[in-house]
């Protein structure tokens, strides 16, 4: 059974940083094309980051030049470098195959504070 861990979300202020991660477990995820998404409240959740199996990346207009998508192999485990956070990056950050499956990790919490 394939499970994501999300990890590395908190409350930030605007103009700071996170690093978020994603540990995949029941899949070996290097050859599969990944992405990091989000849900804010009261919105659908949304592809903000992909990174294919070759190492392609590809980010929404809002996030380009502030997010960058990596990928660590060996460890099994997706980041997502997040600089000059805003307040419209507050969201519970997902990870998934690009084609998502059904089931989603527990997500975590990234909040920019006032």
């Known amino acids: 059974q394939v499970q994501f861990v999300e990890s590395g979300g908190g409350l930030v202020q605007p103009g700071g940083s996170l690093r978020l991660s994603c540990t995949a477990s029941g899949v070996i995820s290097r050859v599969y094309h990944m992405g990091w998404y989000r849900q804010a409240p009261g919105k659908q959740r949304e592809l903000v980051a992909s990174i294919t199996a070759g190492g392609f990346t590809n980010y929404v207009d809002s996030v380009k030049g502030r997010f960058t998508i990596s990928r660590d192999n060996a460890k099994n485990t997706l980041y997502l470098q997040m600089n000059s956070l805003n307040s419209d990056d507050t969201a519970v950050y997902y990870c998934?195959?690009?084609?998502?499956?059904?089931?989603w990790g527990q997500g975590t919490q990234v909040t920019l504070s006032s």
């Open positions: 998934n195959f690009l084609s998502p499956l059904p089931s």
